[in-house]
């Protein structure tokens, strides 16, 4: 079921990581269903060309680097300083693909800060400001199959994963029966910048047959969002993948998980700055 543009005139959405990929995909659903936006990320120029493709909404762009500390609040103040925010989209992220003694701790500080804890700073402040239960309010959190088992070579960007998802599911069961839902998306394997920016690539057969677009998991996320779900995988393979995990043993499931992924590729490319 579609839902109506009318519905939604006037209200705001902050998404964070819409610079690209998913968080792009669902700035312009929204935009589709007449939601204002905040959009967010480190690179203004690619906000601005994901702006032009919002239409017939208002979008403002605020830049930050929320790998950092305190940019969340920062961010937070920015995007509430022309009104509320009614609906957040807590989608940035990243990953490397490598085992973890070949990586340092500036690149795990910055994932566990982007992650994880700006992740629960935005979600805060955004709880914090429905308090009084005014109207409804949304929050999405973007977390991964990854979210299910552990993952070898990723192994860092799983357990933040699996964090977003527990996290998200007990903040979903504290707000049942309130007018805030709290909705966690699980994508499987997708066709963004993020897999370059990982140093991934070499992955199995499976892997690269199962890959989604952003628009089918956007979509997938933002009706779910809507419907108030509690979590939601997009797509076939990803719903059998992460039903069937619950049969093998720990074990078992990191190891398939390895085999589905494949190797890691040679270089880690040196992560971005503002
Ligand atoms: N692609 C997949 O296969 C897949 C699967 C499962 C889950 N996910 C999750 O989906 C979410 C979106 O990823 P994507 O696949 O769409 O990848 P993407 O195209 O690389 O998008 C990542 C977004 O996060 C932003 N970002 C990265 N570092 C940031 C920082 N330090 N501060 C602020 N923004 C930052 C990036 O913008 P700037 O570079 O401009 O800052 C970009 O807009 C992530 O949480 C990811 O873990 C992806």
Redesign the pocket.
């Known amino acids: 079921m579609r839902a109506h543009t009318s519905q939604f005139k006037g209200q705001r959405a902050l998404v964070?990581?819409?610079?690209?990929?998913?968080?792009?995909?669902i700035a312009r659903e929204l935009a589709a269903l007449g939601v204002d936006l905040v959009l967010?990320?480190?690179?203004r120029d690619?906000?601005e060309a994901v702006a032009a493709t919002c239409q017939g909404v208002k979008v403002e762009i605020v830049t930050?680097?929320?790998?950092?500390p305190d940019?969340a609040r920062a961010l937070w103040a920015a995007a509430t300083a022309s009104g509320p925010i009614d609906i957040l989209i807590n989608?940035?992220?990243?990953?490397y693909f490598r085992r973890f003694d070949e990586v340092d701790w500036a690149r795990d500080a910055?994932l566990i800060?982007?992650?994880m804890t700006?992740l629960v700073a935005l979600a805060r402040c955004f709880v914090d400001a429905h308090k009084a239960g005014s109207g409804p309010a949304h929050m999405l959190n973007?977390?991964?199959?990854?979210a299910y088992q552990s993952v070898p070579n990723m192994a860092l960007?799983a357990a933040s994963?699996t964090f977003v998802r527990n996290f998200s599911e007990g903040l979903h069961d504290e707000h049942r029966g309130t007018p805030l839902s709290v909705t966690c998306v699980?994508?499987?394997?997708?066709?963004?910048?993020?897999?370059a920016?990982s140093g991934g690539g070499d992955y199995s057969w499976i892997a690269n047959a199962s890959?989604q677009s952003?628009e089918f998991?956007a979509q997938a996320a933002v009706r779910a969002m809507l419907q108030g779900q509690r979590t939601v995988v997009p797509g076939l393979f990803n719903q059998l993948s992460t039903f069937g995990v619950r049969f093998l043993s720990r074990r078992w499931a990191s190891r398939v998980a390895t085999q589905v992924l494949g190797r890691p590729r040679l270089t880690l490319p040196a992560r971005?700055t503002?």
């Open positions: 964070t990581g819409a610079s690209s990929g998913i968080g792009a995909a967010t990320a480190r690179r690619a906000l930050g680097d929320l790998g950092q940019a989608n940035a992220g990243f990953g910055e800060q982007l992650n700006s973007i977390a991964s199959t990854g960007y994963k699980c994508p499987g394997g997708t066709d963004t910048g993020f897999h920016a890959t952003p998991v971005s503002t």
